[in-house]
């Protein structure tokens, strides 16, 4: 409470006003008194002034005109006068007249009677006394100012002094009195008007305060239109130019931070790539070298022997050269080099097309291959990427099918999707490998991938075009074997049923 502007404000006031009372009240107990006195000497030599004007003109005060305006400067000043001939005889009084041709006649004579003490001395001039008297009965104080005419005529003229030292204590208790009040109605004005300018700014104050916490919810909801409302409007706007610089720099900056996060990754998949790929040509490479040493230093000792070893080198080099092209083919799909190409075909067709292609594989390895849809069944995707797909999934298949030897390829549809599945007997993927078998290289068995001459990238392939398809794939494991599945369009967007 004691920081707030209000309470700093209203301090501040109340010790200026107090500080301006005590120096009134100072300045009246000095120099009021001395005001005082210099407006009566004022006064009374004014009077005298008035008096040789006229008597200078009129030496009998006969014009009314004149004793009329002598009679109202008298009124003003609060004075008496007395104006007395050669033979001390009066023109003119005004007021106390008795009294002041008594008291003239004494001054004349030098007497003092009826004085408490002999009268001071204020000012003298060159036909003029200005004195200071006191009556000994009243106790009145006067200033009498007592002169010689020009025209040989003697003027009193005496005015009441009060004891003004009481005048200035009664003075100063009741402007104390009136201070105290005023400056508690000033205070409580002052607490009234200044909240409704603090109330303002401490809700800035609050305001500037959130957004040092990043808080930008609050706003400014005055409708002022002096300097307080310009500022509440400039923190609004500064507000949301704030929230959405920061917004924006978090978004650069988590954006930054993908960017480093791909780039590692990037460079992760590089090395691994590479890893992977120098350790799946080292197997083969061997083997080439070794049979091409033992062809060229003639170790074989017949033909069936030589025969042998050229089968071993064109196996292991065509092994070598599917890899490769699998890995273009994969690459080229990554990078989106190679464009889908939308079109509406009989999927059941490609399915057989896959079949009949694979079928001498298939009769080799007394596996039996069911097609449970065959009816055509149109959808809309790349042709050419859904058979090489299909050519995946029937490959992994048939070197994965246990002794069984049943693999079963199911087509479905449900509402506009068509769901192509791929059967075969045999034991269940492991939990832990389901997410991994669509990475590059993975191999869920390694012995038995090396067996048929699986590299891990057929999967990975399978994975590429239908993401660049956007399409669902899956695979699922059953009691008897593992299912293998992807969906299509039934429909496209805009056809009718």
Same mark, same amino acid.
């Given at each position: ?6 309470? @700093? ?34 006064? +009374? ?28 400067? #008298? ?40 004085? /408490? ?12 006394? +200005? ?55 000033? &205070?409580?004005?002052?607490?009234? +008007? ?19 916490? !990043? ?54 998949? /590089?090395?691994?790539? +590479? ?86 594989? #298939? ?8 097609? &449970? ?17 299909? &050519? ?5 298949? !048939? ?19 068509? /769901? ?28 038995? &991938? ?40 039934? @429909? ?6």
């Amino acid at each position: 409470m004691k920081h707030t502007i209000g309470f @700093k404000l209203t301090v501040l006031i109340m010790v200026i006003m107090t500080i301006s009372m005590a120096g009134a009240g100072i300045f009246s107990e000095f120099f009021l008194e001395k005001y005082y006195v210099q407006k009566k000497e004022h006064s +009374i030599k004014s009077v005298y002034s008035k008096v040789q004007e006229i008597s200078s003109d009129d030496e009998n005060f006969s014009d009314s005109a004149d004793v009329d305006a002598l009679n109202t400067l #008298c009124e003003n000043a609060g004075a008496t006068l007395i104006l007395l001939d050669n033979s001390w005889n009066p023109i003119y009084a005004y007021g106390a007249g008795n009294a002041l041709i008594v008291r003239g006649k004494d001054m004349i004579l030098g007497n003092n009677r009826n004085q /408490r003490d002999t009268p001071v001395t204020i000012e003298e001039g060159d036909n003029y006394i +200005i004195q200071s008297t006191q009556e000994d009965a009243s106790s009145r104080k006067y200033y009498e100012l007592f002169a010689t005419l020009d025209t040989g005529g003697i003027v009193l003229i005496r005015m009441s002094v009060e004891n003004f030292q009481e005048s200035i204590d009664i003075s100063n208790k009741f402007y104390l009195l009136v201070g105290i009040a005023l400056l508690v109605v000033t &205070t409580v004005t002052i607490i009234l +008007i200044t909240r409704r300018y603090t109330k303002p700014v401490l809700k800035l104050a609050e305001i500037s305060k959130k957004m040092s916490d !990043l808080d930008f919810n609050t706003k400014y909801e005055g409708h002022r239109e002096d300097e307080i409302g310009v500022l509440g409007e400039s923190m609004n706007e500064m507000s949301g130019k704030l929230e959405k610089t920061i917004s924006d720099l978090k978004s650069a900056n988590l954006e930054l931070h993908r960017d480093i996060a791909k780039k590692e990754e990037i460079d992760n998949m /590089r090395k691994e790539f +590479i890893s992977n790929v120098s350790h799946e040509l080292k197997t083969p490479i061997a083997l080439i070298q070794g049979y091409a040493e033992g062809l060229q230093e003639g170790i074989m000792e017949n033909p069936e022997d030589m025969q042998y070893y050229c089968g071993v080198i064109i196996d292991e080099a065509g092994k070598m050269n599917k890899m490769v092209k699998q890995l273009l083919n994969l690459i080229s799909l990554e990078q989106g080099n190679a464009p889908v190409e939308m079109e509406r075909f009989d999927i059941t067709s490609v399915v057989r097309g896959v079949l009949d292609t694979m079928k001498i594989q #298939c009769d080799m390895a007394g596996v039996t291959v069911e097609l &449970t849809q065959k009816k055509p069944v149109f959808v809309w995707a790349d042709e050419f990427q859904i058979e090489e797909v299909i &050519t995946n999934y029937v490959s992994n298949a !048939l070197h994965h099918v246990d002794e069984k030897r049943k693999i079963r390829v199911s087509i479905t549809e449900k509402n506009d999707i068509v /769901r192509v599945s791929v059967f075969n007997s045999g034991k269940p993927i492991p939990d832990e490998d389901i997410e991994q078998i669509w990475t590059k290289f993975y191999k869920v068995d390694k012995a038995r &991938t090396r067996e048929y001459g699986g590299n891990g990238i057929g999967l990975s392939i399978v994975k590429a075009i239908m993401e660049r398809h956007e399409k669902k794939f899956g695979v699922m494991n059953h009691s008897d074997g593992v299912e293998f599945w992807f969906e299509l369009d039934g @429909k496209a967007t805009g056809e009718e049923q």
